[in-house]
T-cell receptor, first 113, second 115 residues
Framework: DVKVTQSSRYLVKRTGEKVFLECVQDMDHENMFWYRQDPGLGLRLIYFSYDVKMKEKGDIPEGYSVSREKKERFSLILESASTNQTSMYLC????????????FGSGTQLSVL | GESVGLHLPTLSVQEGDNSIINCAYSNSASDYFIWYKQESGKGPQFIIDIRSNMDKRQGQRVTVLLNKTVKHLSLQIAATQPGDSAVYFCAENIRSSGSARQLTFGSGTQLTVLP
C-alpha cells in the first residue's frame, strides 16, 4: 500500500513563526500536493510539484512556499504564520497520468495563536 | 467561478439501506471524476473514479454514475453499514500541468448511518 506520511498530527504555533510541514511518500510518485481543508470549503490546493525542484501554485498559494529537494519529500512552509492559516493541512501524491488518483496523508492540524 | 458542488451537506440513512450521494460539477471540459471517503481524524481515502467516456462504474458495494448532459455525478453505496459513516467528497480535474492533474474538490457530504 502507498504510504504518505505527514510528520506531525497536531501543531501549535504563534503568529509570525516560520512553520515547516513535512510530507514523505514511499511509492516513488512523481507528483505531490499540499491542500488545506476548512469546514464547508472542502479541500483547496495550495501548491503542487510534478518533479524534484519543480513547483506550481495552486488555488491559494499566498502566504505559503514549498520545497521539493528529493522525490519522496515535499515540504510546505509558512514564512510568517497568521491566525487565518489555522487549518487542517493534507499532503497527497500520485503517479501521474494515466494513474491520477491521489493518496493522502492523515493530515496535520495546525493552530496558529 | 466554476466549482464542484454538492446538493446536500448531510445525509442520514438506515443501516442496510442504499445511500445515494450527489454531486454537481460545472466544468464541461472535465474528463475525470473521483470520490473520496474521509473518516474523522483521517485523510481522504480513494473510493472509486470514472472517466468521462463512461456513464457508470462499479466497485465493491459502490457505484458511480456520471451524467454529462446535466453535469451530475452520484455515488451509490449498497447496503450501507455503520463503517460507511464519513464525509464523502467528489472531485473533478480542472486543468493539468505536465503530468500533474489538479483535482478540484467539493465541500463534502456527511453520511450518517442510523442503527
Amino acid at each position: 500500500d502507498v504510504k504518505v506520511t505527514q510528520s506531525s498530527r497536531y501543531l501549535v504555533k504563534r503568529t509570525g513563526e516560520k512553520v515547516f510541514l513535512e510530507c514523505v511518500q514511499d511509492m516513488d510518485h512523481e507528483n505531490m500536493f499540499w491542500y488545506r481543508q476548512d469546514p464547508g470549503l472542502g479541500l483547496r490546493l495550495i501548491y503542487f510539484s510534478y518533479d524534484v525542484k519543480m513547483k506550481e501554485k495552486g488555488d491559494i498559494p499566498e502566504g505559503y512556499s514549498v520545497s521539493r529537494e528529493k522525490k519522496e519529500r515535499f515540504s510546505l512552509i509558512l514564512e510568517s504564520a497568521s491566525t487565518n492559516q489555522t487549518s487542517m493541512y493534507l499532503c497527497a501524491s500520485n503517479r501521474g497520468q494515466p494513474d491520477e488518483k491521489l493518496f493522502f496523508g492523515s493530515g496535520t492540524q495546525l493552530s496558529v495563536l | 467561478g466554476e466549482s464542484v458542488g454538492l446538493h446536500l451537506p448531510t445525509l442520514s440513512v438506515q443501516e442496510g439501506d442504499n445511500s445515494i450521494i450527489n454531486c454537481a460539477y460545472s466544468n464541461s471540459a472535465s474528463d475525470y471524476f473521483i470520490w473520496y471517503k474521509q473518516e474523522s481524524g483521517k485523510g481522504p481515502q480513494f473510493i472509486i473514479d470514472i472517466r468521462s467516456n463512461m456513464d457508470k462504474r462499479q466497485g465493491q458495494r459502490v457505484t458511480v454514475l456520471l451524467n454529462k448532459t446535466v453535469k451530475h455525478l452520484s455515488l451509490q453505496i449498497a447496503a450501507t453499514q455503520p463503517g460507511d459513516s464519513a464525509v464523502y467528497f467528489c472531485a473533478e480535474n480542472i486543468r493539468s500541468s505536465g503530468s500533474a492533474r489538479q483535482l478540484t474538490f467539493g465541500s463534502g457530504t456527511q453520511l450518517t448511518v442510523l442503527p
